[in-house]
């Protein structure tokens, strides 16, 4: 998968933590600095901060490596997308737990440890998320119902948890001081080192999204909770490294529809799968079509599906 660099500056590093924590940084430098000294204020011994940077390549890892001698940073020699960073810092890690968090989130004081206090109160939770909050202070809701081959289109995803019942509720998993969900965000996950061994790790098959419900999916078959704790809140800003330019934007909505099409062929069997390939496809086809002349996103977006554009920048 290629080359990389681990940099660090912290000797403490080399004993057992209780929390690593693991970050995927491309080019949202400023976001990972404020997350970073959210972290740096969280009142908790043992903690390890990983930084797994992919290729960014403009210049700024190494005054950044600099400026955080506390923080492990792994700089790659490519853009291996998400779950393949994940395993990356996974495989440094020292921590009993291992928290999977965004750049773009910044963590409310005294956090870390009212959770994982909670957390090894509670050996039935095994995939754990919180709370969170957009600048604006609404609710982001990180959670989902499963895909599965009848609700691939919109419209129907919407109406399954009033055709299943409350306890298919996002409202419900969002409202409740605890809720579960069928899967939680990639962008806050905490879970045990030697579960997280136990599933395999992120399925690096997926480059950008579908991998959280993917690892939810894995965890649901082994009769796993994943838990929403929403006593505990962190400000999660959207699109720190997906919308940095127009071409990562539609390079990262592709990848939307390419990942959808890799869930449905890992977890959907046949003929079923082929019911809900050609809804995605069509809807998809529609969707692009209509935007075309209209959207320079989406005009690279056709390019990137046809692979006339680089899949990975």
């Not at 838990?227 to 592709?254: D, F, Q, W």
Request: net charge positive.
């Amino acid at each position: 998968m290629g080359r990389t660099i681990v940099v660090t500056s912290n000797k403490k590093q080399e004993s057992m933590s209780s929390l690593s924590i693991i970050i995927v940084s491309y080019r949202c430098w400023n976001r990972l600095a404020a997350c970073l000294q959210s972290l740096a204020a969280q009142d908790m011994y043992g903690l390890e901060v990983i930084v797994v940077d992919n290729h960014s390549d403009d210049g700024r890892a190494q005054d950044f490596v600099i400026q955080h001698p506390q923080v492990r940073f792994i700089l790659q020699d490519i853009n291996g997308g998400f779950a393949q960073a994940c395993n990356k810092g996974a495989t440094v890690a020292t921590g009993k737990w291992l928290l999977f968090l965004n750049p773009d989130t910044i963590l409310q004081p005294n956090t870390l440890l009212p959770l994982l206090e909670r957390a090894n109160s509670e050996p039935e939770w095994k995939l754990i998320g919180i709370k969170q909050i957009n600048e604006k202070g609404k609710d982001t809701r990180p959670h989902g119902i499963f895909l599965e081959w009848w609700n691939v289109w919109p419209p129907i995803k919407s109406l399954q948890a009033l055709i299943m019942g409350p306890s298919k509720s996002r409202n419900k998993w969002s409202n409740d001081p605890i809720g579960f969900p069928d899967w939680i965000s990639g962008s806050f996950v905490l879970i045990r080192a030697r579960d997280f061994d136990e599933l395999g790790g992120w399925d690096e098959r997926f480059w950008m999204y579908c991998e959280d419900m993917d690892l939810s999916k894995r965890a649901a078959g082994k009769g796993w909770k994943r838990v929403m704790y929403n006593e505990i809140n962190c400000i999660h800003s959207h699109g720190g490294s997906s919308r940095i330019n127009p071409s990562v934007k539609a390079l990262t909505k592709s990848h939307v529809i390419i990942s959808t099409f890799k869930y449905l062929q890992k977890h959907i069997a046949f003929p079923l799968r082929w019911i809900a390939y050609a809804t995605l496809f069509l809807m998809t086809s529609i969707d692009l079509i209509l935007s075309f002349f209209f959207s320079e996103t989406k005009r690279k977006m056709v390019g990137v599906l046809l692979g006339k554009e680089a899949r990975r920048q």
